[in-house]
C-alpha cells in the first residue's frame, strides 16, 4: 500500500482513472479507508468514454469533463491538502489541448 502519494492526475483510459508519477494507481493506495464506492463512480464515468471510442460523433465532452471534475473534487475532499488533484482531459477530446490539466483546490 503506498501511502505517500503527493499527487494523482485523473485521466480516464478506460476503467483506470488514477495515475501517480510512477504509473498506475488504485485508491486503496491511499490508506484512506474505504473508497470503493467513489472508485465505481470514476470507473463507470471513465467507460463512458471508452465505450464510444473511437468513433466519438456527438459525444459530448463538455458533460464528461463537468463529471469527471466533480469527481476530481470529491476525491480532493477525502485526501485534502496532503495529495495533489490534476484532472487531464483525454486526449481523444478534439479540444483537449485547451485547459488540458485543471488542478482541484
Given at each position: 500500500?503506498?501511502?505517500?502519494?503527493?499527487?494523482?492526475?485523473?485521466?480516464?483510459?478506460?476503467?483506470?482513472?488514477?495515475?501517480?508519477?510512477?504509473?498506475?494507481?488504485?485508491l486503496d493506495e491511499l490508506?484512506?479507508?474505504?473508497?470503493?464506492?467513489?472508485?465505481?463512480?470514476?470507473?463507470?464515468?471513465?467507460?463512458?468514454?471508452?465505450?464510444?471510442?473511437?468513433?466519438?460523433?456527438?459525444?459530448d465532452w463538455k458533460s464528461?469533463?463537468?463529471?469527471?471534475?466533480?469527481?476530481?473534487?470529491?476525491?480532493?475532499?477525502?485526501?485534502?491538502?496532503?495529495?495533489?488533484?490534476?484532472?487531464?482531459?483525454?486526449?481523444?477530446?478534439?479540444?483537449?489541448?485547451?485547459?488540458?490539466?485543471?488542478?482541484?483546490?
Amino acid at each position: 500500500m503506498k501511502t505517500n502519494i503527493k499527487e494523482i492526475i485523473i485521466q480516464a483510459d478506460g476503467s483506470d482513472c488514477f495515475w501517480s508519477p510512477e504509473g498506475l494507481i488504485g485508491l486503496d493506495e491511499l490508506g484512506r479507508g474505504d473508497l470503493s464506492k467513489l472508485s465505481k463512480e470514476f470507473s463507470d464515468w471513465g467507460m463512458k468514454k471508452e465505450l464510444k471510442f473511437p468513433n466519438f460523433d456527438g459525444f459530448d465532452w463538455k458533460s464528461y469533463h463537468e463529471k469527471g471534475i466533480g469527481l476530481s473534487r470529491k476525491l480532493k475532499k477525502v485526501v485534502g491538502s496532503s495529495v495533489r488533484i490534476i484532472y487531464r482531459k483525454s486526449p481523444d477530446d478534439p479540444k483537449y489541448q485547451v485547459d488540458e490539466y485543471t488542478e482541484i483546490k
